[in-house]
C-alpha cells in the first residue's frame, strides 16, 4: 500500500510565498504521474498542477505563472512552489500519486492566506 503525504501549509500573506511537499512511500514514485489539488470551503476539489514521470509539467490557468510543480524521485517527493498568493488560493491542498490503475491520495494540508 502507498503512502502520500503532504507537508508544508499553513498561514501566509496576500503576496507570499509557501512550499508544499508530498512524499510517496514504495518504489512506484519514478513511474507515477503526480498532481496538486485543492479544495476550499463549500467548492468542489480542483485540479492546480500535474507532473508525470516524463516531467512535463501543466498547470491550471489560475495558477499558472505563479505556482511552480517539481519532483525529485531520489527522495520520492513532489513540490508545489506557491509564489504571489492571493486571498482566493485559500484551501486545503492534496497530492495526488497514478500509475495506471493505482491512484492514491494524501491527506491535505492547510493553506490560508490572509492578511
Known amino acids: 500500500q502507498v503512502q502520500v503525504v503532504e507537508s508544508g501549509g499553513g498561514l501566509v500573506q496576500p503576496g507570499g510565498s509557501l512550499r508544499l511537499s508530498c512524499t510517496a512511500s514504495g518504489s512506484i514514485f519514478g513511474r507515477s504521474a503526480m498532481g496538486w489539488y485543492r479544495q476550499a470551503p463549500g467548492k468542489q476539489r480542483e485540479w492546480v498542477a500535474r507532473?508525470?514521470?516524463?516531467?512535463?509539467?501543466t498547470y491550471a490557468g489560475s495558477v499558472k505563472g505563479r505556482f511552480t510543480i517539481s519532483r525529485d524521485s531520489a527522495k520520492n517527493t513532489v513540490y508545489l512552489q506557491m509564489n504571489s498568493l492571493k486571498p482566493e488560493d485559500t484551501a486545503v491542498y492534496y497530492c495526488?500519486?497514478?500509475?495506471?490503475?493505482?491512484?492514491?491520495w494524501g491527506q491535505g494540508t492547510q493553506v490560508t492566506v490572509s492578511s
Open positions: 495526488r500519486l497514478t500509475l495506471a490503475t493505482q491512484d492514491y
Open positions: 507532473i508525470p514521470s516524463d516531467g512535463i509539467t
